[in-house]
Nanobody
């Protein structure tokens, strides 16, 4: 059963911004709040890659390609994690997914449908 639902994607011009949301409507607060949540990106023809994570204590980590441009935040009371993306470029195009990470940094739940981000003029 899908536990996390992504939204907020769309078509944006290079240099633009988007804010993605990851919500856990079926999860109770005490389960959601300590989870490490990761955002993954699957570019056309490529494998899904982990681009950013945020811990329950809001410690964030980013891959080099998005560092300084993407920012994670979370609202545990709303069981939501946001990914603010700015200075977008064509390389950011892809389907974005969120998932919780297990203790071994593997995806914990079934994948949702993701949200499409297309950066194009």
């Amino acid at each position: 059963q899908v536990q996390l639902v992504e939204s907020g994607g769309g078509l944006v011009q290079p240099g633009g911004s988007l804010r993605l949301s990851c919500k856990a409507p079926r999860m109770i607060f005490s389960v959601f709040s300590p989870l490490v949540i990761g955002w993954y990106r699957q570019a056309p023809g490529k494998e899904r890659e982990l681009v950013a994570t945020i811990s329950g204590r809001t410690t964030s980590n980013y891959v080099d390609s998005v560092k300084g441009r993407f920012t994670l935040s979370r609202d545990n009371s709303r069981k939501t994690v946001h990914l603010q993306m700015s200075s977008l470029n064509a390389g950011d195009t892809g389907v974005y997914y969120c998932n919780a990470l297990s203790d071994t940094n593997q995806p914990k739940y079934s994948w949702g449908q993701g949200t499409q981000v297309t950066v194009s003029s």
